[in-house]
């Protein structure tokens, strides 16, 4: 029924349409006429009137001797090209209008607002818990917040094995001296170097770690030797806020003899490119043998777990090298072993003072660590490496510079 009512709508337009633009064509200016109507498709559509009374499903073109009449007309066929223009621009711009509205609940339709009000406070907090995790991302990594109380530790408890020939420091002394190490803020830079004069050292087979040995108890295997060790401890401070770098180089392999030198020069080269680094940790592991062969571990249990005992080695200047601050090394190792003591009171084993220089003279953070011996598995030795980390991890969070 509407369409009948429709096409004689669309008629009486284009008529009118028809007898406008023929006084138009007779008494205006032609070219200002055609300019004005077919340069919007808005001004033609208004003549034309063909989209008024238009049913859903229609195509959208004049049909029957209206089509004529437009066709028959060059103003008004010029127009109809402007017209669908305007009519594809028109359906395009209702349709993303439509797209950008949000869809509504039926409960929202009915003036309950309840579930908008809960979706937009859901949106909103998920927007600022995005923002908080973007600004938590970007900031500054923190390091953990000091646990261990080493104010509780006495000084009976510290032990130091002394193998120098003229030095005698007192310990009771040394503990009550705050050390001098200073350590940047790791986004300065990197702040702990750990690598191994002697990476080949491994541990007793045991298991599934098994290797092939490139020397008596040793091997070039990185998943088995200290290098595997290293990345133990690397994981654990970088868990705790440190920036670390980690020397993988074999100094000791092929040649044994001269490794010392050649560490030297490799840790040289990194304080060189990384002046932010000030602690050094030489990462060994012991070997206790006695005459007759028989190989010692150094063992403990904590928590239920099998851990190898961690021993520090302070070197000085009392066989000849020039090692003017071994002081503040020896300082730093105390403390370290307090740390180790108030994480549990057998972890560490006594500090062993030496003559020998052990290039700790590079930094007031240079420490030689042995974790376990070659008696020791290789799982007993990670979780002793994890436990030092956590305990020197505490220390070096002092150190750093607020």
Known sequence: MKKHVTVPRRAMALAAAASTLWVVWRT???????????????IVTGLLEYQLGQAEGE????????ELVVDQSPLLAQGKEAVSAAQQAETADEQAESEAKPETDPADEEGDTSAVETETASTSAESVEAEEEETESDAEPETEEITLDLSQIKTSQLKVDNHTEGLNPSVADYWEEEPSLTLQPASDGPQILIMHTHATEAYTMDGDDVYVESDDIRTTDENYNMIRV??????VFEEMGFSVIH?????????????????????????????????????????????????????????????????????????????????????????????????????????DLRSQRFNQHLTAGSLLVEVGTSGNTLQEALAGARLFARAAGEVYSLAISR
């Not at 200016?29 to 300019?35: G, N, P, V």
């Not at 001269?258 to 012991?286: A, C, F, K, M």
Request: overall charge negative; charged content about 20%; aromatic content about 8%.
């Open 28 to 42: 205006a200016d032609l070219d200002a006429a055609k300019t004005a109507l077919c340069s919007s498709g808005a």
């Open 59 to 66: 195509t959208g073109l004049l049909d029957g001797w209206a």
């Open 230 to 235: 290293g990345e133990e401890m690397k994981a």
């Open 247 to 351: 020397d993988t180089t074999t100094y000791d392999y092929p040649g044994y003899s001269g490794s010392y030198g050649r560490s030297l020069e490799g840790v040289q080269s990194y304080l060189e490119q990384y002046p932010t680094i000030q602690v050094v940790l030489d990462v060994h592991r012991d070997a206790l043998i006695d005459s007759d062969g028989t190989v010692y571990a150094k063992t403990t249990t904590i928590d239920g777990e099998r851990v190898a005992q961690v021993m520090l080695v302070v070197g000085t200047d009392d066989g000849g090298l020039t090692h003017p601050n071994w002081e503040d090394n020896f300082t730093l190792a105390l403390k370290l072993q307090g740390a180790m003591l108030a994480l549990d009171d057998t972890l560490p084993r006594n500090i």
